[in-house]
Structure formats: structure tokens, C-alpha cells
């Protein structure tokens, strides 16, 4: 048979697909950073306030951490080698884990190489034909996705929506393992997952409660242990914990913790870990002075609930819209996507960094800039953000005066 001439030339395919992206406004151009990700970075050759990363604690480039990265990449080298399974697992990793174990008052944890693989890995692990998933509509795109691999039954449920989550798990009877999976914190909203609730009312249907806690890490609960500790669920073994390494940890990563069956299936089942080589031994080092610095002082959670609630509260007297977010992930909402990315194009002439959203990210008719406060903050910096939304929340017609 002769080949077609008719096939899409990779060119065309390249062009069209940019094409469609620049004409439905979709397409992305990132900013880019000129100085370390810190409260004050340099972008267009210009100092600005940085309010647009998930550093929640100031630990992308802090001191202790980097002192950590060193010595173990001296001590260690720069690359794990191989696959965790062949020959890659160093003594570091599991210390680490260990560490993470304890840390989260689960019996064992396992690292994976991201919170993106992690959702990969572990949902792949568990899922099988005759199980039933049931996902909140806002959850991460790594869940979306890791679901769209799984042969089990998949059912969506509206947003935080217990009166139809309960509806899906009497409809869907099964044998099989029964998942209810969220996020603990919403990264677009900024709200929790009403834990409280939700897991109870997993528990009557024998169904296990999975949490992605990729903004609720470092940031909830006691010491920044997360949001199924922040609802006292730690101890439960029908609630599986996710979540990431990069946010409020400052470095690289993703983690699964539970029962140590749980640990054992991941590393004989977890795709991502058994075909994908571990962590260098900087991002080890750099995670383990991250978890002892977090426990050893306080201020750093202090400082972020501080800052936050602060500038949450100098936001809504300015009369923005916040959307009730309850975490330091503050939305302001601008209505549709051109007046977000014309506002946050606006903070940034005034020296805010700051990220405009749109739909497909988020509904329409709520674009929005979102701020994510950090332990790093200072009042200067907050102040400044705050005077710049005002005025540029005037111009904009989105707040009065
Ligand atoms: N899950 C959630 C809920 C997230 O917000 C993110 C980060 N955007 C991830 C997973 C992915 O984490 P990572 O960046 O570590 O891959």
C-alpha cells in the first residue's frame, strides 16, 4: 500500500493547534523569573512583589535548605542512578520517608517523583475493572487524568456536593473498592473539603476516602501536617493521604502515606516509580531539613496565617470578591477572562506579580487573579499588593470610590 499524501504534516499540525490556542485566548506565554522564586523576585528586569507561586513557607530558597541540598549532593552525587526498584533507592530516600511517616503519623509513606506522578501511580495501583471512583469536579488534572486510565466505574460528583455524593454511592453498588477522591484544598478557590462530612459519609458506604492535599501540605493542621490532620482523620486507615513536595516544601515531589501495605503495593504497582527514575540526592536533603525546620519553628506558619488573614481581610474592606476562600490561595474575582489578564497586567506596571485565570481553568464568568500569601511576605510587600489592587480595581470598575 502506498503511503497517503493526504497525512497531516507535523508543520500544519504545529501551526493549527497554535493558531486555535491563540484565537480562543488559550494560549500561554509564562513569565519569566530573573532572580530566585522568593516574596520579592525580578521579572521584565524589574523588582516586583511576588504573589504568584505556591512558596507558601519562603522554602524554594531558604538558607537551611540549601545548606541540606549541599551536603548531601556532596555526600551523595547528583543523580539516584536508576529506577527506585533496580538500583536507585538510597539510604536518604527512605530516610526520608520515614521521616514523611512519622511526620504524618501514618505508618509509612512512600516518595514519588512529583504530586502529578504521585496521582498517576497511586490511583493506578489501586483502581481495578469493577471498582468505583467517585471525583469532585473541581479535582486536580493529574486526578482527571489518572482516572481516565482506570478501568474502574467513574462517576463525578458537583463540587463539595454531599447530598450527591451520597445519591452516586446508592446508585453504584459494588463489590470492588469504592474511592471517594479530593482534593483537601482547592487550587483554584482556595476552599477545603469538608472532610468532616465527606469521610464519615464514605465510611458508611465501606468506601475509602482519598485526599490530595497538594495546598493543604505544610500550610494545615497542626505544624503544617496537612487538612486530613487539620479534621483529625490521621489515624484512619479508610483515608488514603496524597499530596505534593513543591508547594508550601519548597523543593520537588509527591507522596503517598497510609498503611504500610499501602507503602508495599505502591512500590511493586506504581507506574511512574517503577519506570521513572527517584530523586537526586539535593532534593533529599533540601525535603528533610524542610520537614525538621517546619517542626522546629513555628513562625513560619505563623507568618502565613498572619499574612493571610490580613490580606484577606484589607481585600474584602477594599470591596473585592474573594469567593470564600478560607486558605492562603485568595481569588479576586474580575468576571470575565480579559478584564484578569488586563488587571493582572495592570499590577504588574505597578510592580505585582500576580496570575490571571480563565475559563477552561475556571468557570466562566469567575476569571480571577490569584494571590497565593506566603510565610515570606512582609507588610511592605502586602501593602504594596494592596494598593495597587486598589487602584487598579477602580480603573477596572470592579470595586467603587
Ligand atoms: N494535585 C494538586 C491538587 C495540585 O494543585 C498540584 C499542583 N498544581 C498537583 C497535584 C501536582 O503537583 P506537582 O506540581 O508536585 O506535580
Redesign the pocket.
Known amino acids: 500500500m502506498t503511503p497517503s499524501l493526504r497525512a497531516t504534516r507535523l508543520q500544519d499540525r504545529l501551526s493549527s493547534e497554535l493558531q486555535r490556542l491563540h484565537s480562543s485566548g488559550l494560549y500561554i506565554s509564562p513569565r519569566v523569573l530573573e532572580a530566585p522564586q522568593r516574596a520579592r523576585t525580578r521579572i521584565l528586569g524589574r523588582e516586583v512583589v511576588n504573589l504568584a507561586s505556591n512558596n507558601y513557607l519562603g522554602f524554594a530558597d531558604h538558607p537551611y535548605l540549601k545548606e541540606r541540598a549541599a551536603a548531601y549532593l556532596h555526600q551523595w552525587g547528583v543523580g539516584a542512578g536508576a529506577v527506585r526498584t533496580i538500583a536507585g533507592t538510597l539510604k536518604i530516600h527512605e530516610d526520608f520517608e520515614a521521616q514523611l511517616a512519622e511526620f504524618k503519623h501514618t505508618g509509612s509513606a512512600l516518595v514519588l517523583q512529583?504530586?502529578?506522578t504521585t496521582?498517576q501511580g497511586v490511583l493506578g495501583a489501586l483502581l481495578q475493572d469493577g471498582d468505583l471512583v467517585i471525583s469532585d469536579e473541581l479535582n486536580?488534572a493529574?486526578i482527571i487524568d489518572a482516572l481516565r486510565l482506570s478501568k474502574a466505574t467513574k462517576r463525578v460528583f458537583k463540587h463539595k456536593d454531599m447530598t450527591e455524593l451520597r445519591r452516586l454511592l446508592e446508585e453504584n453498588p459494588t463489590d470492588g473498592l469504592k474511592l471517594v477522591v479530593t482534593?483537601g484544598v482547592f487550587?483554584m478557590d482556595g476552599d477545603l473539603a469538608p472532610l468532616d462530612q465527606m469521610v464519615p459519609l464514605a465510611r458508611e458506604f465501606g468506601a475509602v476516602t482519598y485526599v490530595?492535599d497538594?495546598?493543604g501540605s505544610g500550610v494545615l493542621g497542626e505544624q503544617g501536617r496537612g487538612t486530613v490532620h487539620h479534621f483529625g482523620f490521621q489515624h484512619a486507615h479508610d483515608v488514603i493521604q496524597v499530596g505534593?513536595l513543591?508547594k508550601a516544601w519548597g523543593v520537588?515531589g509527591?507522596y503517598a502515606a497510609g498503611h504500610p501495605d499501602l507503602r508495599d503495593l505502591l512500590i511493586n504497582k506504581a507506574r511512574p516509580f517503577l519506570f521513572s527514575t527517584g530523586h537526586p540526592p539535593a532534593v533529599v536533603g533540601a525535603l528533610s531539613a524542610a520537614l525538621e525546620l517546619v517542626q522546629r519553628d513555628p513562625s513560619f506558619m505563623q507568618r502565613l496565617w498572619d499574612n493571610t488573614r490580613s490580606f484577606k481581610a484589607e481585600l474584602t474592606t477594599l470591596g473585592f470578591d474573594l469567593f470564600g476562600s478560607q486558605t492562603p490561595i485568595t481569588p479576586v474575582i474580575f468576571g470575565e477572562a480579559p478584564a484578569a489578564f488586563e488587571a493582572s497586567r495592570l499590577l504588574l506596571e505597578r510592580g505585582i506579580f500576580a496570575v490571571g485565570l480563565g475559563f477552561p481553568t475556571v468557570p466562566k464568568g469567575l476569571a480571577r487573579i490569584r494571590n497565593i500569601v506566603t510565610a515570606e511576605h512582609t507588610k511592605g510587600d502586602l501593602d504594596a499588593a494592596l494598593s495597587a489592587y486598589a487602584a487598579v480595581g477602580r480603573e477596572l470598575g470592579v470595586i467603587g470610590g
Do not use: P, R
Open positions: 512529583s504530586g502529578f496521582n486536580h493529574s482534593d487550587s490530595d497538594a495546598h505534593t513543591s520537588i509527591g
